[in-house]
């Protein structure tokens, strides 16, 4: 256990120098982003003087490297800066527009997860089971079409079946406070569907090669040869042993879930952070595009440490030194 | 044995398998026949079927292949008729199964005693706490160490003579009626065998189980089985008592597996200057760990051959690593044809590379798959000495005639040869350099004993023309006999003991030496016996030691 814990510290520090790396990725992206907010917004009419005034007003023209330790200080605190937006009525932390929006996207990624999970890991379990079978080669040919469709199409091909064919579903999934989990849940179902379409394919197909592979093994056969039921050499002897990179899919999938779903959050206007972020860049908010930025690449590491502990925990090889 | 009664009849089996859309016959036309309580032995080459027909006894055949035709037989039922449910029911239960490689065939994600008891649990015949006493009862009649806290371990965590003893107390957890063991003790070490062996026996004996040993060691089987049967290409070429095969085999071929043991060199009497000298030789891997090499010294003769013995873990590898310039030692001197012998692979030249060659174990993974067999030899005349074109064609051809194969095999890929073919042309690659000092590096060890047996004749006659010596690395007792002139005895990467071939098999030994000596099965059918009452509880507790502070396993 001693060596896990350290290999758990390892990869956590190694996770925090990585998300330390995106930042200056991010912010000096940013700085080269042509244009700036003090001059998109003021127009063309605007003297420079106007400008010049509204930058400093902005902090914009401090020197770069002030102003990402002034960011990063702030993050440390908790504090994700003012938005540029509506600042001279109104000033609005970033906080309070990234962080209801996060929250939409997250509850949309959990529901996903929850049900395209097991799903793809049952589907993948079966056809690895019942390999080159009918069963397994339609369940591949179905998966692989639906990773082949783009998936604003597979969203537009359920919206008209499900929601304008047969109006069972609401075409449009903006949440709004105050509903009951009842109401969400039935509101998100339509992107929640398309969304499974996407990752389940991922998660089955990873499945199904992790436990082929494993199948081979000499100790499967040892598994068949002392009279085990062939549900359990699937589920005691091979599933755990092919448990790495499956977790590993399911992290980059959970990731994308977060991360890539802008395109179905527009079909569906689903208000979540994708949304938020495209809007950003286009008013070169530059406070909310950097917080958006940060969230996904801390997902991103987490999810994906995550996986790797998850992955080392399971072989005993590593947890149970000699 | 107990009664009379036929425990197991197959009969007329033929089992095919496929390659390449082909069906080829794998086990042909075979009767057999197991009373209660009775040890069959299997003998047979690889490929001629025993682990197949062996299967077959517990209705199993491997993904690929099929049984065309034939019954088993098993108390009565035929394992064929039944449902997959019904057979699954039966393995495990009452049929049970020891596969060659303990390291691969446990689960790593599972500790042992989970897995020991698994059958009994799943299909309720005990419940979880009487299980697992029963199990813990096991180990410790198989004389594991530890028996109330080995099962708790995972299996990269035992050693491999020890986990050979939990999976056979795994196949015998149930009270099967019928084992089938297929090659339990190949992998292991000499010494570590004798002890796997001896539990096995003791084990099969108390509980009056039948059993099916399949091996490929005649000594082996010898003390194992009641009554023998040799199988080739699917075939069985003859079948009888245990005695009666070892004393008065009837058919040629087993007459043929039966002399290979007797291979001995002659002693040589003229004297010889020496190539290779090693002196006060340390070799650790990284700073702070455990020596691997502990001050040894030795000499190859030149154009004798120097046999260096030892179990794994022994640093035998290391040592013929470090004379070819792969490892570089902590300290130590070496010297190659009266100068130093510079340790580093970049200090040495070109030429001093072409004098010292070494020949991996393995031909499968030192031969490059995509290369024909004529650009595999032509490589070392191309880099050391620039032939080309139809001159280095010339020397090929004569180095494949000098390794009995032939100009006819230029063309092929390794592929399209056996293991021993493999190895010979693993070999004329190293000859082809014309070196003065060649380190095999268990050359045979992978081998049929037929096999080994001409590729052993081979380099004899190789040395006898060319006057290369050999640092002939091996650990296996009957080789040594075979090829050396000196010997090295090395035990926990200390020389044990060093001299010529007939004073190293003559006593008195050294303790290590006799130990490894006698642990060599010999052709006796109650040689294991003997062994066992000879050697004292001391004995069984160094061995035990060995196994448990080395890996043990060759792999």
Redesign the interface.
Known sequence: MHALGRTILYRLVLGLFSILAVSVVVFSALEFLPGDFAASVLGRSATPETVAAFRQELGLDLPPVQRYLAWIGGLLHGDLGTSFAGRAYTPRPVADIVLPRLGNTLFLAAVTAALATPIALFLGLLAALYRNSRFDRLVNALTLSTIAIPEFLVAYLIILVLAVKFPLFYSMSSLSPGMTLAEKLYLVALPVLTLSFVIVAHMMRMTRAAIIGVLS???I??????????W?VIF??AL??ALGPIVNVIAFSLAYLVVGVVVIEVVFVYPGIGQTMVDAVRNRDIPVVQACTLIFAVTYITLNLVADIVAIA????LL?A? | MSGDETLLDIRDMRIEGESDGQWNVLVDGVDLTLKRGEVLGLVGESGAGKSTLG?AA?G?V?PGCRIASGDIIFDGQDLLRLSDAER??????RI??V?Q?AA???????ALLRQTI??AV??RLMNAGAARKKAVEQFRELSLPDPETIGR??P??VSGGQLQRVMTA??MHCGPDLIVFDEPTTALDVTTQIDVLASIREAVEAQGIAAIYITHDLAVVAQMAHRIMVLRHGKVVEEASTQRMLDAPQNEYTRSLWAVRELAKPEETTPSSPLLTIEGLDFSYGKGFVKALDNVALTVPRGRTLAVVGESGSGKSTLGRIVAGLNVPTSGRLTFDGAALPPRLEHRNKDLLRRIQLVHQSADTALNPRHTVREIIARPLEVFFDLRGEACDRRTDELLDMIELGPRFATRLPSELSGGQKQRVNIARGIAAGPELMICDEVTSALDQLVQEGILKMLLGLQASLGVSYFFITHDISTVRAIADEVVVMHRGKVVEVGSQREIFAPPHEAYTELLLGSAPQMRADWLTEFLAERGPVARQHAQSTERNGGSTHV
């Open positions: 093994s000499p100790y056969e040892m598994a068949r040869l002392k009279g085990t039921r062939p359990h005691r002897h755990p042993n399971t072989n005993p090889r149970h000699r | 299967l517990l199993y491997r699954c029911g039966l393995r495990g239960h049970s199964y596969a490689s691969a065939s446990f689960n790593p994600a599972h698994e059958t799943q299909r371990r995972y990269h965590q795994m196949a």
